[in-house]
């Protein structure tokens, strides 16, 4: 049974996570070195002098400059170390968790928690981002968007730091109330919100039939049921007698990775790739392919739109690029957020774990969806303006594809 998480995140969240097994598309499973028969030994072509004389040198004649403070342990200078060794690679997604950010991790995606209902992230810049606030969440009703940037958690600057160590500034007690400040993309001022936390239970799909004919499948999360809700969702779309189905991925941060290949596959015939687990050549490729359920294939007059914005993550790009670049779908809305990294959960001892990248996510054409993520085949802005006065010109655009107007 593998143990995964969702964003993204790389995927980690402030909120509830009531996933279990299966393997996340972001995170693989769990490995312990113990267990494999690679040997790591120490290289002999390393010269470490360099790093025993700064041990030596710091634990000599290091004097705290403040009173108050205390000098780390032996096991917390490892750690640290493990820890910069893990920064020098560059990458936002690999990163060394202590055996107390290890156990905050697995509650994120097993446990039930207080929080505000958010995914974050670190960007390639290193900031913290929103990826998407979940629906119905505190963070939504506070006004928290995706792509907002997190400048300050309480009276703590959250400039560079690590998700992880933000997830647990931002976690606490139910009914207790969190100030974060935000930067807005293409605002001057920050944004300062109080949002109140509370226990986050995350919503999966909506369904409903428009006026117009339209069938419409609002997917807010890749979640272990989401598949069987899915297939449940397409019976009404079929009894409703429509052909035309726009399916909603907006805000969407993903999930599990076979969620998106079952899908996908209701659409696609036997064989057809959905997505490509790209290792750089450290292993064989992996080529996830449709189940071949494609029940649509005879449908007169089936048409199809996928709405996409920056909150759509992880599994939403594996499944809104496979329809997309299989030509099942047209994609109406804004880029995506590019989170096509894969995550492995190394076990060090001692309750502590290495989160490392091991593999991108490539497309059906070969596209790494971390290279900026999936631009939108029908380009749609949705601005604060028209959330505020209640306008959605994106859905606007995929009626308007879907009715051939």
Known sequence: MTKTQGSAVAVVLSLLIAFGGGVYAGVSERQSFAATSTSFANPADIDMQQFWEAYQVLNTK?????????????????????????????????????????????????????????????????????????????AERAGIRSGDIIARIGTTSAISIDSNEAIKLIRGPKGTPIELTFLRPGESEPRVVSVVRDTISIPVLKSYKRDDGIFVIELYSFSQNSSNLFRNALREF???????????????PGGYLEASVSMASYF??????????????????????????????????????????????????????????????????????????????????????????????LTPNGMSISDGGLVADIQVERTAKDVEAGKDPQTDAAVKYLLGR
């Open 268 to 361: 696609l015939p036997v064989g057809d790739i959905v997505v490509t687990e790209d290792f750089k050549g450290k292993q064989q490729n992996t080529i996830h392919r449709s189940l071949g359920y494609n029940v649509f294939a005879n449908k007169k007059g089936f048409k199809m739109a996928v709405l996409i914005n920056q909150g759509s993550a992880s599994a939403s790009e594996i499944l809104a690029g496979a329809l997309a670049q299989h030509g099942v779908a047209k994609t109406v809305g804004t880029r995506t957020f590019g989170k096509g990294s894969v995550q492995q959960l190394v076990e060090l001892g001692g309750g502590a774990e290495l989160k490392i990248t091991i593999a991108r996510w």
């Open 62 to 138: 290091f004097v705290m400059s403040n009173s108050s403070s205390t000098l780390p342990t032996t096991q917390e200078q490892i750690y640290g170390a493990i820890s910069g060794l893990a920064r020098s690679f560059g990458d936002p997604y690999t990163v060394f968790l202590p055996p107390s950010d290890a156990q905050v991790f697995q509650e994120d995606i097993s446990g039930s928690f207080g929080g505000v209902g958010m995914e974050i992230d670190n960007n390639a810049d290193g900031d913290l981002v929103v990826v998407a606030p979940l629906k119905d969440s505190p």
């Open 238 to 252: 079929v009894l409703s007698g429509s052909s035309k189905l726009l399916l909603d991925l907006r805000g969407n």
